[in-house]
């Protein structure tokens, strides 16, 4: 299915001396293969079966023996159709130490594509393996390249219902140098205002993509927004001052509003996360209130989204939009109490 590497693999491989492999991989050439190509064979999935299990010591040993196994792509194997690398099969697995271990490669191509056009981001996502997306990210993963099905790695982790995935695809890499740097890099707001008026505009139009470019442009803007304590002009940190309340609202108000971008994505736990920052900046602020409410609410959370909305009330007593979402926090209570 698209570019993720296959959820029903084995523990091909096994353990073994990978460097000292012999000839034969331990069994007689199989008929039709010379004794080179069942030892080819042998080592590759060897080599592929570490990766997938995340043993990290005998990938070390075998690439210190056979250098080229870095850039196999199941070359010899029965899963040579799918063409993966052994950075598909850790992020697939969610094997974290052996994605980062494989990234740390001199020369590792972190956008290698399998035959299926997907890169190990498309596998991690398409598996939900969420560390493993952070990694890939981090390493300078493109998460706009799109596979032979024309899914982008979110699309397939939105496929499969791996929401948190999904999100962290949505955000991006949070290094500037890997976010706005590459070959082609997504073009750098010229500052937060910027950022925040896009991710408004995208937000507004209300389509799934327009949304994640709106969890992407807010995204932007809590990059580029000055940390708290200090202001633009100040440049790089020194001794910190105490925030301004000014500082405060700006942060506050760009994780609302990417709070509100996750919820309408279904991507419930982001939201809830951002809804608690913005009230650990602003903690009587009847929106964020709301904002947590509606997060706990997708989350299936009944009693807590009620308590939210309780909080909020307190705050802001005439709120409609808190009010509206108390009221239906007690009745999906109600109805999962019935059965």
Same mark, same amino acid.
């Not at 999935?45 to 299990?53: D, L, P, S, T, Y």
């Not at 700006?250 to 509100?260: G, I, K, M």
């Given at each position: 299915a698209g570019g993720g590497a296959e959820a029903g693999f084995g523990a091909a491989g096994g353990g073994g001396d990978l460097a000292a492999m012999p000839p034969s991989a331990g069994t007689s050439p199989k008929k039709g293969k010379t004794? *080179?190509?069942?030892?080819?064979?042998?080592? +590759?999935?060897?080599?592929?079966?570490? /990766?997938? %299990?995340? @043993? +990290? %010591?005998?990938?070390? !040993?075998?690439?210190?023996?056979?250098?080229w196994l870095l850039t196999n792509r199941s070359e010899g194997t029965a899963e040579k159709q799918l063409g993966n690398s052994a950075l598909h099969w850790a992020a697939a697995s969610g094997q974290i130490e052996a994605v980062c271990w494989l990234l740390s490669q001199p020369g590792f191509d972190v956008n290698t594509c399998n035959q299926g056009g997907g890169t190990a981001l498309h596998s991690a996502a398409a598996h939900g393996q969420s560390a493993a997306v952070e990694a890939l990210l981090a390493a300078g993963a493109s998460p706009s390249l799109t596979d032979s099905a024309g899914d982008s790695p979110a699309h397939a982790a939105w496929r499969r219902g791996h929401r948190h995935a999904e999100g962290l695809i949505d955000r991006g890499a949070l290094a500037p140098a890997v976010r706005w740097g590459g070959s082609r890099p997504p073009a750098r707001p010229g500052g937060w205002e910027e950022?925040?008026?896009? #991710? $408004? !505009?995208?937000?507004?139009?209300?389509?799934?993509?327009?949304? &994640? &470019?709106? +969890?992407?442009?807010?995204? =932007?803007?809590?990059?580029?927004?000055?940390?708290?304590?200090?202001? *633009?002009?100040? #440049?790089?940190?020194?001794?910190?001052?105490? %925030?301004?309340? =000014?500082?405060?609202?700006? *942060? !506050? +108000?760009? &994780?609302? $509003? @990417?709070? !509100?971008?996750? /919820?309408?994505?279904?991507?419930? &736990?982001? /939201?809830l996360e951002d809804a608690n920052a913005a009230l650990a900046l602003r903690p009587e602020w009847g929106k964020g209130y709301g904002r947590r409410g509606t997060a706990l609410l997708g989350l299936g959370e009944w009693r807590q989204a009620e308590a939210a909305y309780r909080e909020g009330l307190q705050v802001e007593p005439e709120s409609a939009s808190l009010l509206q979402g108390l009221e239906q926090a007690v009745h999906a209570a109600a109805a999962a109490e019935l059965v």
């Open positions: 004794a *080179e190509e069942a030892a080819y064979s042998g080592r +590759v999935r060897a080599w592929m079966g570490a /990766a997938k %299990a995340g @043993r +990290v %010591a005998e990938l070390a !040993a075998a690439l210190g023996a056979a250098p950022a925040k008026m896009a #991710g $408004n !505009a995208a937000f507004t139009k209300g389509s799934v993509p327009c949304l &994640r &470019r709106a +969890v992407w442009s807010y995204t =932007d803007a809590l990059l580029l927004l000055p940390p708290i304590g200090r202001t *633009e002009a100040e #440049g790089p940190p020194g001794k910190e001052q105490p %925030a301004s309340e =000014d500082q405060r609202e700006q *942060e !506050a +108000v760009l &994780r609302s $509003n @990417r709070s !509100a971008a996750h /919820a309408r994505l279904c991507q419930f &736990r982001h /939201a």
